[in-house]
């Protein structure tokens, strides 16, 4: 999430910055990403690289990447004409230096919530890729391998499944619960219907 948030970010924010030629091809790109399923392109990725951790990470960047190019763009449109960013610009600063003290602190609260709620599905897609045999290999140890070698089993020990069933349940609705918590947080309309505790 990390690479792909980063990834997305500086492309993001380079396409509502630059604009012209630069925004229409990012763009143009993030359109003919996005215009293939997600779980589809994993797999395609995966499938052409093979199975392990690596591909597995590589897929899931390229494939998640242009949701927050589109994301970042829009909130560098929305920020780009502000007063603070054209006094920086009067003040001779770059274009490195207006993305990263100003317009990444504006977008940071959205690009949380995105990625935290992007997390979960990260590893669901991660879990089904190695239940299938796709994604890490053994001996690394990973939940939807150890839910695939416990189905070999599951007539005669059914409880194998259980663990890590439960594991990857809890942790992929922790991560939900958190990107809730945090868009009520930093949602300020929210915050002002938020009924007191008395």
Not at 122 to 134: D, H, K
Request: charged share 15%; net charge neutral; hydrophobic share 50%.
């Amino acid at each position: 999430m990390g690479a792909t948030v980063s990834l997305g970010a500086l492309l993001g924010m380079l396409a509502g910055l630059v604009r012209g030629r630069v925004e229409s091809c990012l763009m143009r790109l993030c359109d003919v990403m996005l215009s293939f399923p997600g779980e589809v392109m994993v797999l395609a990725i995966v499938g052409m690289l093979g199975p392990g951790l690596e591909n597995v990470v590589l897929a899931c960047v390229v494939a998640k990447w242009p949701w927050y190019a589109r994301m970042m763009r829009t909130i560098t449109l929305r920020y780009a004409d502000r007063d603070f960013v054209r006094f920086a610009r009067m003040a001779g600063y770059g274009t490195g230096h207006i993305m990263r003290r100003h317009l990444l602190p504006c977008a940071a609260g959205e690009i949380s919530v995105l990625a935290t709620l992007d997390t979960g599905a990260v590893i669901l897609m991660v879990s089904a890729l190695s239940f299938l045999g796709l994604g890490v290999q053994p001996p690394t140890p990973e939940w939807g391998m150890m839910l695939g070698e416990a189905r070999e089993v599951m007539v005669l020990y059914p409880w194998q499944m259980l663990p890590p069933g439960l594991a990857i349940l809890l942790v992929v609705a922790a991560c939900n619960y958190l990107g809730d918590s945090l868009r009520d947080a930093l949602d300020p309309r929210h915050a002002m219907h938020k009924e007191p505790v008395l």
